[in-house]
Each structure stands twice: as C-alpha cells, then as structure tokens.
C-alpha cells in the first residue's frame, strides 16, 4: 500500500481516505485484504494517531473497511472484486470526453461573449455601467431583512411573487394596454426562459412553428428541442409577410406564430397596426398561438411605443413575453409570461421543474424599484443616453461607411441593421474583422435556413461613444481590407 501525505492537498486525513480508495480501486488492496494498524500507519507517515483514526473512521462509515473487534482493520469483503478488475482495464478516462451518450437535440445557440482584447458588437444589450447600483443595493437589501423577518426565504409560488405580479400588472396596464389579472402572469428568468417554457407548454412533436426567415436564433432552437418543424416565412420592411403565411396556414396546420412585432429581430423594422390586425384575425381564422416576444419595448425614440398585439387580442390567442433584464441588467433575469390562467399553470409547473421559483429577494427589490418611481425614472435617464447613442452610430457610419452600408434608422432598439454592399465579401470580412480585434456574431446565424446574409445587426446600447467611435473605425478598416483581395 502507497500513501503519501502532501502539503496544501486538503486534509491530511482526507488524503488518507483518498490514497486508500484509490489503492482499493487499482487492485494493490484487496477486498478482505487487513489494513496496517493505526499506530504503524501513523508512525509510517510521521504523523498524529488521532488523524489516522479520523481516516479510517470516515472510510468505515463510507463502506470501505470493516473494522473486526480483536483483529484489525480490513477492506470490506462487500466490495465487488470483478468490478474493480473492470474499472482497471478500462483505461484512462480522456479529458473532454464522455463515455456515455448524449442527446441529440440538444442544440448549439450561436452567442457572443466578451473576448479579452476585442472590442464586441453585441446584438442589442443595455449597458450595465448605467444600472441605478445604488438604489438597487438599497431596495434589494430592505427586501432581503424584510423577507428574512417575516419567514418569507424559502420556497414560494413558482409563478413569482404576488407584489412583482402586481406591479407587472400596472406597468404593463398603464404603458401597454393588456388588461389582465395576477393568475395571468408568470415570472420567469428572462424572456429567454419565458421562450423555451412557452415551447414546453404549447408545442408537441411534430407541430409547426412559424418564424421569420431573420429571427432570434434561441428562439428557433427553443422550439425544435419541443420537437416542433420549424418553417420561415418571408419578411419585408412591414415584417412578417401575412400573405404568405395565410398561404401556409392553408397547406399546413400551424400550431404557433412567433414574433418579435416592436422592433423586429434582427432587422429592427415595426410592424405597422394593419398587419398586426390581420396577424390577430388569421390566427383566430387558422386557430393558432402568437408568441409575441416584446423584448425591449421600452426603448422608442421618435413616438410613443406601439402598444403589444396582446393589448388588441380579444380571442386568447397571444401569449405575450417581456423581460425587465434590459431595463435593468441582464444578469439580474427577470421577465414575464402573460397568458390564459390554464397556460399559466402549467408555466408554473415547467418552473418548478427547471429550478423550483424564482429570487424572491430579487423579486421584492424590483418590485420596490417599480412602486417608487425608481425604474421609471431610470429609464428615463437611460432612454435620453441611448437616443444620443444611436444618433452617434448613424452619422458614423454614413461618414465611414455610407458606400459599403446602408440602413433604415429604426424607430426603436439599442440596434441597427447594416445591410453590405454586393462587392463586400462577407467570409473576407469576418477574417478582417478579427485582424482587427472586432468581433460581432454573424449574420447567418440569425437565418433559419443557415442562408448567407449580408448584413450586421450593430448593437449600440452597451458602448459609450468613444467604444462606437472605435467600433465604426475598426469596422470600417475590415471592409476596406477586404475589398483589396
């Protein structure tokens, strides 16, 4: 038996009990095999009785050895000797690897994260520099010893807390014209979560799901991991086109219309009130679910924003989807599902099956934040930072870029959609760009049917002007570079 004690590996009784597991499972010990006695061992490794005593204790208690009264300590006879013969021919285990299958439907959403060195042009984040940390820290501490003295820290309703509930409620009745009840709304992890609980809830194997043909790609994959066949249906400077799904819906049973109607994903254009009237009347026609997915309603520049398809619903056929996470920070995952009270329910249920309910802490402190004014205000705040931000973005870009990219300046969003020129090749660009320290996520990824688009959704919200500024220059040397092949 080989045991060696080293410095800075844990325990010194701890390592005891792992050399010996591990001289068991090579086969150096066998099942029935009599152990040196605590005061030999002990003496053997220069160290303190009590710790060996402490190691074989443990490894007693685990089922390793069987102590015998008058006769010593040994391995346990218990112990399967062909399984440990098993377990040393096997090899070594590869790094990475699994032995064992994996599911095939799990699929790979394209992401973008910061890389050391780059500078990243994500698709339409907020910028976290601006999160209102103190009256957060404040409210969110008042929540915590408030929840902490009334007993109200353990597990909850798995819809979300009652009071966020409430405030949802009134934000989304006074700003958006849904008129709903608390048994209405679930509150989720982001809109994200409120996506793929939507597909667990509504889609069977085998349903079709219509998207754009430029969508939200985790919204895509959300819906096929359901089992749903996922079709695209053409979009225009309208949004989706109608026709052409009314076209489908009369070949095909469409169980669910997903949407993203303020500021469409990616291409940034709205859909105006007469599509959307007919979007709502072909679905109570064809009889099937809009998902609409609001995903930054707030953030509308040149009007009032447009209120939801849901606001307009007098079938029960839109499940509307928010997020409070752009608002705030999108680490702090919070949105909402808003739905009949039987959808609902069973959201709940898909809730308490991924992780149990939500934060109620976190909960109780934006709820607070939205009963004092604080939210509003900040938005306020933000929106005035984000509108200059995106003015910013556009004269660059007519100054850098204006005969390579053109674009539509969008209502609202923290994004634009830059469309190439012909003679730009997208492959040579996407290798210019990293020559540059510029990194983006491709357009392709946002095609269902993995088409090449010649395009860029700039997203301007998370980068000061000084970032843009560099953004655009950087930008504007890849294109150029790759013009000269």
Known sequence: MIISVRSGSGTVAGQIVQAIIEEIQRGRIA??????????????????????????????????????????????SEIPGKEIDALRTQGTHVAGQTDYPLSDSTPIVPLIFGKTGFLTIDDGAPDTRLVPVADLSR????????????????????????????????????????????????????????????????????????VEELSYPPAREAFRCAGAEVVSIKLDENGMCVDEL????????????????????????????????????????????????DYDHEFHFTHRPML???????????IYIGSLSKLLSPSLRLGYLVAPETFIERAANQVALIDRQGDPVTEAAVAELMKNGNIRSHTKKVMKIYAERRIFLANLINKYLAKKITFN???????????FDQDVNMLRLQQEVISQK?????????????????AIRFGFGSLNEQEVHEAVLRLHNAVMSSLEY
């Open 31 to 76: 099942p029935g095999s009599a152990l040196p006695g605590t005061r030999e061992l002990a003496k053997i490794l220069g160290i303190n009785r009590k710790t060996v005593i402490v190691a074989y204790d443990e490894l007693t208690a685990q089922g390793w050895l069987s102590p015998e009264k008058a006769r010593g300590t040994f391995v346990s």
């Open 139 to 210: 409210a969110w501490r008042k929540a915590l010893f408030a929840a902490s003295r009334r007993n109200q820290l353990g597990y909850g309703d798995p819809r979300g807390s009652l009071n966020l509930r409430q405030q949802v409620l009134a934000m989304l009745s006074n700003e958006r014209g849904l008129s709903a009840e608390t048994d209405n709304v679930c509150l989720v992890r982001g809109s994200q979560m409120g996506i793929y609980i939507t597909a667990r809830v509504l889609i069977r194997p085998g349903d079709v799901v219509v």
């Open 246 to 293: 009314e076209t489908l819906c009369r070949r095909k049973h469409v169980r669910a219309v997903y949407v993203t109607p303020h500021h469409q994903f990616p291409t940034t254009v709205l859909m105006p009130a007469p599509r959307r009237l007919r979007l709502l009347a072909l679905a109570e026609q064809f009889g099937f679910a809009i998902i609409e997915d």
């Open 308 to 318: 939801p398809l849901a606001s307009i619903d007098r079938w029960g056929k839109v």
């Open 409 to 419: 300046l969008p209502t609202g969003g923290l994004a634009l959609w830059l469309q």
């Open 438 to 454: 510029l990194q983006f996520l491709p357009a392709d990824s946002f095609s269902s049917l993995s088409q090449p688009v010649s």
